[in-house]
C-alpha cells in the first residue's frame, strides 16, 4: 500500500474538495490516461487494486504511471465510542482528487489494450471517470510504440530462459563432477 514513510503531523483537517485540478490535469509521460470527473478520497487500497486490474490486463506490456499518491490521514474512532476525548487515531490514507486530474497513464500498448485496462481500473475506484489521449497521437504512432514494447518484452522473456537453461546447465555440470569424484 501507498503512504507516506514519515509526516510532520500525525492528523489533518478534513479540508475541502473545491474546483478543478490545476495541477496534474495533462498527461506527462504516458499515451492514455485516466482522468476524474468528479471530487473524491481515492484510499491506498483502490489505488493498489486499480493498478493491479491495470497490469493484469496489459500483463508485460507496456509502462504504467500512477500519477496520485495518498499522503493525507483519515481518523476513525474506536467503535461503541462516546462523543469527545479527542481526534481518532489515523487509519487510512487517501489522496485528495479533484476534477481533471491525471489518476494513471499508460504507454506501450495498443489503443484497444489500453482502453480497456484503463476501463477495468477505473471501476476499482470511487469515482467517475473517463479516458483521454494524447494529443497529435496517430495510429501509427501507437503502433511503434506498441511494437516496441512486444519486442522489449520479448528480449526479456528470451534473457530468463536463456538464464534458466544457464542455471540448468551448471546444475547437470556439478552433478556430473560430484558423481565423478565419487566413483
Given at each position: 500500500?501507498?503512504?507516506?514513510?514519515?509526516?510532520?503531523?500525525?492528523?489533518?483537517?478534513?479540508?475541502?474538495?473545491?474546483?478543478?485540478?490545476?495541477?496534474?490535469?495533462?498527461?506527462?509521460?504516458?499515451?492514455?490516461?485516466?482522468?476524474?470527473?468528479?471530487?473524491?478520497?481515492?484510499?491506498?487500497?483502490?489505488?493498489?487494486?486499480?493498478?493491479?486490474?491495470?497490469?493484469?490486463?496489459?500483463?508485460?506490456?507496456?509502462?504504467v504511471?500512477?500519477?496520485?499518491?495518498?499522503?493525507?490521514?483519515?481518523?476513525?474512532?474506536?467503535?461503541?465510542?462516546?462523543?469527545?476525548?479527542?481526534?481518532?487515531?489515523?487509519?487510512?490514507?487517501?489522496?485528495?482528487?479533484?476534477?481533471?486530474?491525471?489518476?494513471?497513464?499508460?504507454?506501450?500498448?495498443?489503443?484497444?489494450?489500453?482502453?480497456?485496462?484503463?476501463?477495468?481500473?477505473?471501476?476499482?475506484?470511487?469515482?467517475?471517470?473517463?479516458?483521454?489521449?494524447?494529443?497529435?497521437?496517430?495510429?501509427?504512432?501507437?503502433?511503434a510504440?506498441?511494437?516496441?514494447?512486444?519486442?522489449?518484452?520479448?528480449?526479456?522473456?528470451?534473457?530468463?530462459?536463456a538464464?534458466?537453461?544457464?542455471?540448468?546447465?551448471?546444475?547437470?555440470?556439478?552433478?556430473?563432477?560430484?558423481?565423478?569424484?565419487?566413483?
Amino acid at each position: 500500500m501507498l503512504m507516506p514513510k514519515r509526516v510532520k503531523r500525525r492528523r489533518q483537517f478534513r479540508g475541502r474538495m473545491k474546483g478543478k485540478a490545476s495541477r496534474g490535469n495533462f498527461l506527462a509521460y504516458g499515451d492514455f490516461g485516466l482522468q476524474a470527473q468528479a471530487p473524491a478520497w481515492v484510499t491506498s487500497q483502490q489505488i493498489e487494486a486499480a493498478r493491479i486490474a491495470l497490469t493484469r490486463y496489459i500483463r508485460r506490456g507496456g509502462q504504467v504511471w500512477i500519477k496520485i499518491f495518498p499522503d493525507k490521514p483519515v481518523t476513525e474512532k474506536p467503535a461503541e465510542t462516546r462523543m469527545g476525548s479527542g481526534k481518532g487515531s489515523p487509519e487510512y490514507w487517501v489522496a485528495v482528487v479533484k476534477p481533471g486530474r491525471v489518476l494513471f497513464e499508460i504507454k506501450g500498448v495498443t489503443e484497444a489494450v489500453a482502453r480497456e485496462a484503463l476501463r477495468l481500473a477505473s471501476h476499482k475506484l470511487p469515482l467517475k471517470c473517463k479516458i483521454i489521449k494524447r494529443e497529435g497521437l496517430t495510429d501509427a504512432d501507437i503502433a511503434a510504440a506498441a511494437q516496441r514494447a512486444a519486442k522489449n518484452r520479448a528480449a526479456i522473456i528470451d534473457a530468463e530462459e536463456a538464464a534458466e537453461v544457464a542455471d540448468e546447465t551448471a546444475e547437470v555440470a556439478e552433478n556430473n563432477e560430484e558423481s565423478g569424484g565419487e566413483a
